[in-house]
């Protein structure tokens, strides 16, 4: 079996990139989707909604032909959290 330390596991943890913003208009956005959509220089501050945002996004997968694993995952992980926020249980 292998052995881990412990501390030096934890120590590799990123507890940023998951720390939530408020951007306005009632969006929040992780430190890791700004990120990610600042780099495709998607204009998240003007959106009015995550739904906007979510419209970028796909509207940039579209044209891409190697799309970056991140760009996807930001899109599934903004999707899930509108759905969550935004439908009526």
């Known amino acids: ?10 120590n590799k943890i ?25 780099r495709y220089n998607i204009s998240y501050k003007n ?6 945002i979510i419209f970028q996004v796909e509207e940039l997968i579209s044209e891409m032909d190697i799309v970056d694993e991140d760009l996807e995952y930001i899109s599934d992980t903004i999707s899930e959290r509108d759905y969550y926020q935004n439908t009526n249980k």
């Open 47 to 52: 959106c009015h909604s995550l739904k906007d």
């Open 14 to 38: 990123d507890f940023n990139s998951g720390k939530f913003n408020d951007i306005g208009n009632g969006i929040l956005l992780t430190n890791k989707e700004i990120e990610v959509l600042e």
């Open 1 to 10: 079996m292998e052995e881990y330390n412990v501390d030096e596991l934890v």
